[in-house]
């Protein structure tokens, strides 16, 4: 049973291999490497993409209270007293223009819509979504590879896996 096992395991290894053309040591090292090189890349983005998250989940809240104190502001100008209405929405006045200050040093100058920034972030948190997705599949390859190392040169000294290929095969 053990030995019908190896040869299974044998014949995927060496079916994963040909079909990636990675029959050469050194091209098989190097697509190592390249997944190696993906995983991080993708951890990187990944780290990227939490932070730009919440960047943007920042600016949203801002937003929506500087609007909101925008409103209080606007509606001074039809006050009967707008000395009085200013003194009675002092904090909205000052929160406003703290808001607008933060808001500046995230580098929004021109308030964007509740939709716009609402679809800024769905559309970074479906890429979230699809890199995380992404990694999990490389970081599958790389298990697989791991195994293939360790199988890679006892395979390619295995008697029975030594596969005759003729010249006149190739060219076809």
């Excluded at 299974?8 to 990636?20: D, G, I, M, Q, V």
């Excluded at 929506?64 to 006045?93: F, G, M």
């Excluded at 509740?114 to 298990?143: G, H």
Aim: glycine fraction near 2%; hydrophobic fraction near 30%.
């Amino acid at each position: 049973m053990g030995k019908l096992n190896n040869l299974k395991e044998a014949a995927r290894t060496f079916n994963y291999l040909s079909e990636n053309n990675l029959l050469n040591y050194e091209d098989f090292q190097q697509h190592v490497s390249d997944v190696d090189a993906s995983v991080k890349a993708a951890d990187q983005r990944i780290t990227q993409i939490n932070s730009e998250l919440s960047t943007q989940k920042i600016i949203q809240k801002h937003c929506d209270s500087y609007r909101l104190c925008r409103k209080v502001i606007e509606d001074c100008k039809s006050a009967k007293n707008p000395k009085a209405y200013r003194t009675k929405h002092q904090a909205e006045y000052q929160l406003h223009d703290s808001l607008k200050k933060e808001l500046q040093d995230l580098g929004v100058t021109k308030i964007p819509s509740s939709n716009k920034i609402q679809k800024r972030i769905e559309n970074l948190e479906s890429e979230q979504a699809a890199t995380v997705r992404e990694k999990q599949e490389l970081q599958k390859k790389q298990k697989t590879l791991n195994i293939i190392r360790q199988n890679f040169t006892a395979l390619l000294n295995a008697p029975e896996m030594q596969i005759p290929i003729s010249e006149k095969e190739l060219t076809l």
